[in-house]
């Protein structure tokens, strides 16, 4: 504090007053009378603040920040010239902790969900407190793919990826498929993968979600594009073909690279007869005369297509006999019919 002079008479009192900023000051009184005679007090000290207590800083963990840290360390710092002592409450102050020597709150096992922490200190002006809010998320979220089984096969080419995610504190969710080079954000983790044209051919197609903890699950799957109908051609017997053989093998050839399955039926039409690895019809005994084949095969992803063949077993000789003339006869006409 400044020096300021006062002119006093005997027995008189006087105050100083001063518009002082924030902080430690020291003051001291000196008097002095007309025969040189000089009297002081002693140094005080006065602390001019503009806070009840303590100043309280949480430095970690931040507020509303998620962790999967059970074992997560709550860290302060209390600043006072006259801290006296510290503690916290994690309900609102109706359970106290006291931390020996101001420490930090260390050794707590937090259970799974939000919790708020209030610290408090205190000095000779009074009480502070400081509050953080954060919570412990241990739990992966669950995904899953609703829609569409793995390794399936389709003609769509605008094929959706539908899929499902569950957790209390979901984040963000991306997708990314075939070469993995490239993610894709999937808004609010409610926007299925739709509006893609997928080529002819296999593709793989992986979903990641993560919660506010940083905790990140996965799945993939696996689906084939497939619009093309597979190629069937019969290579023997040839069509309205005529043969002796009631063993009459009908050959064909079936091409696809995801052939699945071929059957046939014959004459009647109303008995399917499945076809083994699509193997050729064999061990037939064909009645005589006419028979109609009709063939089909299909690939995994339902594309189909048929042909025909219609061919006659005839193991019958025919017969032959002469009329006329009469076997070992004679005749005077030269011209014999």
Not at 38 to 64: F, H, M
Not at 195 to 220: C, F
Not at 240 to 262: H, P, T
Request: aromatic share 8%; glycine share 4%.
């Amino acid at each position: 504090i400044n020096s300021t002079d006062w002119n006093l008479y005997v027995n008189q009192s006087k105050n100083a007053t001063e518009n002082l900023s924030y902080g430690t000051y020291t003051y001291q009184v000196f008097a002095e009378d007309n025969s040189n005679n000089l009297g002081n007090t002693e140094q005080r000290a006065i602390v001019i603040t503009n806070v009840t207590g303590p100043k309280i800083t949480i430095n970690s963990p931040t507020t509303d920040s998620f962790t999967t840290d059970t074992g997560l360390d709550v860290t302060y710092t209390a600043t006072s010239s006259t801290l006296d002592k510290c503690w916290y409450s994690t309900d609102s102050g109706a359970t106290n902790t006291t931390l020996t020597d101001c420490a930090n709150i260390t050794s707590t096992t937090w259970e799974e969900g939000e919790h708020t922490v209030t610290i408090y200190a205190n000095d000779t002006l009074g009480t502070s407190t400081s509050t953080v809010t954060f919570t412990i998320d241990t739990i992966t979220p669950t995904i899953s793919i609703s829609t569409l089984a793995n390794n399936t096969y389709s003609t769509d080419t605008g094929l959706d990826v539908e899929y499902a995610t569950v957790d209390t504190n979901l984040a963000s969710c991306w997708y990314s498929n075939d070469s993995m080079l490239e993610n894709t954000t999937l808004a609010s983790c409610s926007t299925n993968i739709t509006g893609v044209t997928w080529s002819e051919g296999q593709h793989e197609v992986m979903v990641w979600v993560n919660d506010s903890a940083g905790q990140v699950n996965n799945i993939d799957v696996t689906f084939t594009i497939d619009t093309t109908n597979p190629s069937l051609t019969i290579n023997s017997p040839t069509n309205n073909s005529f043969s002796v053989q009631s063993g009459l093998d009908v050959n064909y050839s079936a091409v696809d690279i995801n052939l699945e399955s071929c059957w046939y039926t014959n004459d009647s039409l109303t008995t399917n007869t499945t076809l083994t690895s699509c193997s050729n019809i064999t061990e037939i005994t064909w009645s005589e005369g006419a028979h109609n084949i009709n063939l089909w095969i299909n690939d995994s992803a339902g594309n189909i297509n048929s042909t025909n063949v219609t061919f006659t077993i005839d193991s019958t000789t025919p017969t032959l006999s002469i009329q006329s003339p009469i076997g070992n006869s004679y005749t005077t006409n030269s011209t014999i019919q």
